[in-house]
């Protein structure tokens, strides 16, 4: 089996070509389920909104001699607290309780209780409140970062790439990458906290960064498109997604390696609810980047430039070239009795010949007869 390095350098000089553009529709239909999975998921389930967002009071065990959760539950019990509580441990020797909003006396008795359950001096009983006015500001401002970062993106790469369609494409794969790492959070009853949401954004970024790489590429090499004849616009966006597709792979093994050990470490060994809370956010999310920037965002740029007249009808030319030049090759193939046709050039301008760049060398092959 041909290494990675290999690999890479028969990918970027065309010896070897997946297809990502032609089959655009097949990925566009996995892309749509896992984002309708996904927000029917946020429906019918809803996310495990962290205490921050809902309001409530906290209390947490420091030092515990044994960590049974049932203890935390009777004690909560007892004082007639509403709802059920969340109990989870933190570390080896400490406990955290979440309960609805409670009085100033109930909060004393819970601290008593816990206190008296687990062993420990009352003072190693810290509780804490959070407001549900606190938790509506939270989450009105995660929103306005949100909605003011994709605005940014989109004016910002509409003037560096000089187009919109890229710009579209970009925010049309970041949006993806959210809704989806979302759905996740809903299926799996992950807790959401600010520092979830602090994951959601920067794997945003990272998505970004991972699709302008792209995107450089297939500006780089459809420069010129429309002034030759060799390849339509579609083939010199597959050839630099294939082009850059180790990259990508290289780029997302380094980065899920160090958010892999993040999250083993914060929720395995310390049980720190920070670090798992993020940890899990960036290690989704970076999957989901890595997918969408190869393919969602470049093919559908294409289609998106598909739409345009220069583009359109530049496309039509060179297949309507291809398709004269092999039947012209065909015909004198015929009057020397042998055929050897070049591979089919379908699919909406994405053609694939073997052992050159896509679109460079669309001649076919013609063989002398026996004289």
């Known amino acids: 089996m041909a290494s990675l390095a290999t690999l890479g350098n028969e990918l970027y000089t065309g010896k070897r070509s997946i297809n990502f553009v032609g089959r655009r529709r097949t990925w566009f239909a996995v892309a749509g389920a896992l984002m309708v999975a996904s927000l029917l998921l946020l429906g019918l389930k809803g996310i495990n909104a962290g205490i921050e967002f809902r309001g409530g009071s906290q209390f947490t065990v420091s030092g515990a001699a044994n960590l049974d959760q049932q203890r935390a539950y009777d004690v909560i019990n007892q004082v007639g607290a509403g709802e059920a509580p969340r109990v989870s441990a933190v570390g080896s020797n400490s406990l955290r309780v979440q309960t609805s909003e409670l009085t100033d006396e109930q909060t004393t008795q819970v601290r008593e209780g816990l206190a008296r359950e687990y062993d420990v001096p009352v003072n190693e009983v ?139 470490v914060g929720a395995f060994l310390l049980g720190a609810g920070t670090l798992r809370d993020i940890g899990l956010a960036l290690f989704v999310g970076m999957l989901l980047s890595t997918w969408s920037s190869v393919f969602i965002a470049a093919p559908l740029e294409v289609s998106l430039r598909l739409r345009q007249a220069p583009i359109a009808k530049h496309t039509r030319q060179v297949l309507a070239a291809r398709a004269k030049a092999r039947a012209a090759a065909g015909e004198g193939e015929e009057q020397d009795g042998e055929t050897d046709l070049a591979p089919s050039t379908e699919d909406l301008g994405v053609g694939v010949v073997a052992g050159h760049h896509l679109g460079q060398n669309a001649q076919p092959k013609r063989k002398k007869g026996r004289r």
Not at 244 to 258: A, D, E, H, K, M
Request: proline share 2%; glycine share 8%; aromatic share 10%.
């Open 126 to 264: 810290a509780a804490t409140f959070v407001g549900p006015t606190w938790g509506s500001s939270v989450t009105a401002k995660a929103v306005q970062g949100l909605v003011i970062f994709l605005v940014l993106v989109s004016i910002v790469m509409a003037a560096y790439f000089r187009t919109w369609t890229m710009s579209l494409a970009a925010i049309g794969a970041l949006i993806h990458d959210l809704v989806v790492t979302v759905g996740i959070y809903a299926l799996v009853g992950f807790e959401v906290t600010p520092a979830s949401v602090i994951g959601f954004l920067t794997i945003l970024g990272y998505s970004l960064y991972d699709t302008v790489v792209v995107f450089d590429k297939v500006r780089e090499n459809n420069a010129h498109v429309l002034n030759q004849k060799r390849r339509t616009y579609a083939e010199g966006a597959n050839l630099a997604i294939n082009q850059t597709l180790v990259r990508s792979i290289n780029t997302s093994v380094t980065g899920l390696l160090p958010v892999a050990s993040i999250l083993f």
